[in-house]
């Protein structure tokens, strides 16, 4: 532990009522897969290819069979509060009609697992895995229909856990779904058309909105949504580079951001986008853009904008993760003030920040000084974006457990916890080690700035 403790963080400008958690989501650790309707991911999954270990979601980490030993597992971090998703089609196996019995038990159990170990439930409704009926009867986003059985699904968890649940993500990352999963094809469905995609993200905004009358109505929880964001950065001091820094920008992270603040899309990207834009009926813009309590961020690494050769963080030596991103801790701080600056001061929550490495299991123990350094670097940005005077309200490391990572499967390892794939054994790493010890200095911390 004495080499951690000199990387721990400057934690001082960061508020009393600060929440630490740590992230999952359902298709990526769940398993049961027999218990719940079938996802667009488990189709894409059985695509040749599509996977990089030809792995799929049907047991991944076992985690509904193995919830309690699970709470226990978080509870031993010193975590205050546990991001998950709810998966839509273990509440409405075909996408429509009512919830299923079962499934709902499920979330009941865990909810009240965590209220019972004094952990703050962060449910996110929407991590990507939409039911399969639903791409097949209505097209999945790319279909309006979809956004109105989210909206109705929305409205069945808020009316059975709305009660317990202390925080509401509506979606998860709506520019992953849409552009990986709609434009670049590598995430399901799998498909490749710019029009589609943006149709798909407009119609996942709709069903934020659908969503967020929902939970209103029937829950006091706080309720907001998770975008991925970065900042865009041009590779070269060109006026093409910079132009394109722009309109990336705009795509990833104005886009969401504009709509979901002041109910319109950014109109250089309208502009760029000419018959790729989505088409809008009247009224969706106010949906859009009701009042949200948090704005999540999930931050990874910042991009490049190039025109040229696209940039490679491997190529330029710079230091990356197992994923091929680079480690830029900087980006983090001046993602945040920028958020606070150009969007009115919105309260963000970090919903994701973490790396993978090639952990190894030496002597049963996990030694991933790296993703320390990591995360101690970047809770060292939040921290920069608070002295700033952003409003920043929490921190989720992803992830709780190594999980299966969409297109790389099992073989991208983004957990404090180490979870081996042929026995399902769990084993917390040094991460989770330090993660405890953090927790327990800022613990101390906050006493004494009460006392
Ligand atoms: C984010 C996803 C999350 C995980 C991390 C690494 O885009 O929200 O599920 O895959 O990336």
């Given at each position: 532990m004495d080499r951690d403790q000199l990387i721990i963080p400057?934690?001082?400008?960061?508020?009393?009522?600060?929440v630490w958690g740590?992230?999952?989501?359902?298709f990526q650790i769940e398993g049961a897969a027999d218990r719940r309707g079938e996802s667009i991911w488990d189709a894409f999954c059985r695509r040749p290819g599509a996977i990089a270990d030809g792995s799929d979601g049907l047991t991944a980490c076992d985690h509904v069979d193995r919830l309690e030993s699970d709470l226990d597992l978080i509870a031993s971090l010193g975590v205050e509060a546990y991001r998950f998703s709810i998966a839509w089609p273990r509440i409405q196996p075909e996408g429509s009609g009512a919830p299923s019995s079962g499934g709902l038990g499920f979330y009941d159990r865990l909810i009240d697992g965590l209220l019972a170990r004094g952990i703050r439930p962060y449910?996110?409704?929407?991590?990507?895995?939409?039911?399969?009926?639903?791409?097949?009867?209505?097209?999945?986003?790319?279909?309006?229909?979809?956004?109105?059985?989210?909206?109705?699904?929305?409205?069945?968890?808020?009316?059975?856990?709305?009660?317990?649940?202390?925080?509401?993500?509506?979606?998860?990352?709506?520019?992953?779904?849409?552009i990986l999963g709609h434009e670049q094809g590598i995430f399901a469905p799998g498909l490749r058309s710019r029009a589609i995609a943006m149709q798909a993200s407009h119609h996942l905004l709709v069903a934020h909105g659908l969503a967020l009358q929902a939970i209103r109505a029937s829950s006091r929880a706080e309720a907001g949504i998770v975008l991925n964001m970065s900042p865009?950065?041009?590779?070269?001091d060109s006026d093409a580079d910079r132009t394109k820094a722009v309109i990336d920008d705009g795509l990833i992270n104005r886009w969401y951001m504009d709509a979901i603040h002041y109910g319109h899309y950014p109109a250089?990207?309208?502009?760029?986008?000419?018959?790729?834009?989505?088409?809008?009926?009247?009224?969706?813009?106010?949906?859009?853009?009701q009042p949200v309590d948090f704005v999540g961020v999930n931050y990874y690494t910042r991009s490049f904008a190039s025109t040229g050769e696209p940039w490679s963080a491997e190529k330029t030596g710079a230091a990356v993760t197992d994923m091929g991103w680079e480690i830029y801790p900087d980006g983090l701080t001046e993602?945040?003030?920028?958020?606070?600056?150009?969007?009115?001061?919105?309260?963000?929550?970090?919903?994701?920040?973490?790396?993978?490495?090639?952990?190894?299991?030496?002597?049963?123990?996990?030694?991933?000084?790296?993703?320390?350094?990591?995360?101690?670097?970047?809770?060292?940005?939040?921290?920069?974006?608070?002295?700033?005077?952003?409003?920043?309200?929490?921190?989720f490391v992803w992830s709780l457990m190594d999980n299966f990572e969409w297109a790389s499967g099992y073989r991208k390892r983004f957990g404090i916890v180490h979870v081996d794939y042929a026995t399902l054994e769990r084993t917390p790493k040094?991460?989770?080690?330090?993660?405890?010890?953090?927790?327990?200095?800022?613990?101390?911390?906050?006493?004494?700035?009460?006392?």
């Open positions: 400057d934690l001082k400008h960061l508020p009393g009522n600060f740590v992230a999952t989501s359902a449910a996110t409704l929407y991590h990507w895995d939409l039911p399969q009926a639903l791409q097949l009867r209505h097209g999945g986003w790319a279909g309006r229909e979809t956004a109105f059985r989210f909206g109705d699904y929305a409205d069945q968890v808020a009316r059975h856990l709305g009660d317990r649940i202390v925080s509401f993500a509506t979606l998860n990352e709506p520019w992953v779904v849409a865009i950065h041009p590779l070269t250089d990207v309208l502009a760029h986008l000419g018959a790729d834009s989505p088409q809008q009926l009247p009224g969706d813009n106010t949906l859009i853009s993602l945040l003030v920028r958020l606070d600056r150009d969007w009115n001061h919105p309260r963000l929550l970090v919903t994701e920040n973490g790396a993978a490495f090639a952990d190894q299991r030496v002597d049963g123990a996990v030694d991933d000084h790296p993703r320390v350094e990591y995360l101690a670097t970047h809770l060292a940005a939040v921290d920069q974006a608070a002295r700033q005077g952003v409003n920043i309200a929490g921190y040094r991460s989770a080690h330090w993660v405890g010890e953090l927790l327990r200095q800022w613990k101390a911390l906050r006493a004494q700035r009460v006392s």
